[in-house]
């Protein structure tokens, strides 16, 4: 069955470290999204990308970035991790802009 | 005023209950709507598409108001595995991308 599928679940990790969050499907789906997640914020769009080679910024993209080499794979880098960015992160994909997003089941961030 | 609104709850309701939730939207242009069910620490699982007629699946039915840009979700016969945080997401066309917005959740709690 196609899945998408998340690593690590778990982070732990101190201030300024770079961090990267993976982010696997196997749907074949051209788009992927990150989002994070936090009390009083709902989900909130980081980046996005409709296919290889092309990434956007969401809403809250400052401080992270993230590349498209495959289909299959949209990692998400936080450059100098920072306290602000505690969070858990979810990736999600989906076939048209306008269609369901599949989710991974998240990464939980913690910046210490 | 915020894109989409939702009330967050909690709804309390004893099994057996039915219960409605609404969901309301800024943007005219909104293409698609859906309704995402979130349970505790876990990923966003779609829950239903929202079609302007209107759609039911089961105990659940979905409607979409364009005039008064909400929309609704009604749960009958509620039980206790229904307790969730509901998402409701609108998608928007702008900038040459899609845009999915989505709310802060309302929170469900079926009570024995």
């Known amino acids: 069955d196609a899945e998408i599928t998340q690593s690590p679940r778990h982070k732990i990790t101190e201030t300024g470290r770079q961090v990267t969050l993976a982010c696997h499907q196997t749907?074949?789906?051209?788009?992927m999204f990150w989002y994070r997640q936090d009390l009083g914020h709902g989900l909130r769009l980081i980046h996005y990308s409709y296919g290889v080679q092309d990434t956007n910024k969401g809403e809250v993209s400052d401080g992270y970035s993230v590349s498209r080499s495959n289909t299959e794979d949209l990692p998400l880098t936080l450059e100098s991790a920072a306290s602000s960015q505690t969070s858990v992160y979810f990736c999600a994909s989906s076939e048209g802009g306008r269609d369901e997003q599949f989710f991974g089941p998240g990464t939980r961030l913690t910046v210490l | 005023r915020k894109e989409v609104e939702q009330d967050p709850g909690p709804f309390n309701v004893p099994e057996g209950a039915t219960v409605a939730f609404n969901c309301t939207y800024s943007?005219?242009?909104?293409?698609?709507f859906f309704w995402y069910r979130q349970d505790c620490r876990k990923e966003p699982k779609l829950l239903m598409s929202?079609?302007?007629s209107g759609n039911e699946d089961g105990r659940f039915t979905a409607q979409l108001n364009r005039a008064s840009q909400y929309i609704s979700l009604l749960i009958r016969d509620s039980k206790l595995s229904d307790s969730a945080t509901y998402l409701c997401?609108?998608?928007?066309?702008?900038?040459?991308?899609?845009?999915?917005?989505f709310g802060k959740g309302t929170k469900l709690s079926v009570i024995p």
């Open positions: 997401v609108v998608v928007a066309t702008g900038a040459g991308s899609y845009q999915l917005t």
């Open positions: 929202v079609y302007s």
């Open positions: 749907w074949n789906h051209n788009n």
């Open positions: 943007n005219s242009a909104s293409q698609s």
